[in-house]
C-alpha cells in the first residue's frame, strides 16, 4: 500500500504533536495537530471548550476535524488527540486513509511529560492517579492501529526516522 498520509495516535504526552512535526520534515509533507486545529476552528482552548461545552461536544468537534483534514488529502501527518480513537467512525476514518501509528510510553514518563501542563482537562485532580485510570480505560483503544512504537527513553529524530522508514517500505512495496 502506497502511504497516503500517516495518522499518529496515542495517550496524551506520548509524543504525537512533537513527532509529527519532525516526520513531515523527514517526508516533506505537511502536519496537523488535530488539537489545534479543533482550537482554532472553535475560537477557544481544549479546556475552555470541556468546560463550556462539555467532552461529547468536544468529540464530536473531534472527528469533524478528523475527516475535515483526512478528506481527500495525502502527504499529511496528522497528530490525533489521544481520545480520538475512542469513536469506532473515528478509526475507521484513519485506517481508510494512511498509515496509523499508535506511540505508547510508560505511566511513569507519560506523568513526568503531562505533569503540570493545565491544557489538559481531563487531568484535573491527582495527575499520577488520573493518567493511570485512563490508560487502564484505553489499554486496548490503540490496537486498531498497524504500528506500535513505544517512545519512552526513545529521542523524537529516532522515532521519525523509523515511521519514514515505514512509510517508504510501504510505498517501495506499492510500486511507488
Not at 482550537?39 to 469533524?64: K, N, S
Request: aromatic share 4%.
Amino acid at each position: 500500500m502506497k502511504v497516503r498520509n500517516v495518522i499518529l495516535v496515542g495517550f496524551m504526552g506520548t509524543g504525537k504533536s512533537t513527532v509529527a512535526a519532525e516526520l513531515a520534515g523527514r517526508l516533506g509533507w505537511s502536519w496537523v495537530d488535530l488539537d489545534a486545529e479543533i482550537e482554532r476552528h472553535e475560537g477557544c482552548t481544549i479546556a475552555e471548550l470541556f468546560d463550556r461545552r462539555g467532552e461529547a461536544y468536544f468529540r464530536r468537534a473531534e472527528t469533524e476535524a478528523l475527516k475535515r483534514e483526512l478528506a481527500g488529502r495525502s502527504g499529511r501527518v496528522i497528530a490525533t488527540g489521544g481520545g480520538a480513537v475512542l469513536a469506532e467512525h473515528n478509526r475507521r476514518t484513519m485506517l481508510e486513509n494512511g498509515l496509523v501509528v499508535a506511540l505508547t510510553a510508560t505511566p511513569e514518563t507519560i506523568v513526568r511529560r503531562v505533569k503540570g501542563d493545565p491544557s489538559r482537562p481531563l487531568l484535573r485532580g491527582d495527575v499520577e492517579q488520573r493518567v493511570r485510570e485512563l490508560l487502564e480505560k484505553r489499554k486496548h483503544a490503540y490496537d486498531f492501529a498497524h504500528v506500535r512504537i513505544d517512545t519512552t527513553d526513545r529521542t523524537v529524530s529516532d522515532i521519525a526516522a523509523q515511521i519514514a522508514e515505514l512509510v517508504e517500505q510501504a510505498s517501495e512495496k506499492a510500486g511507488g
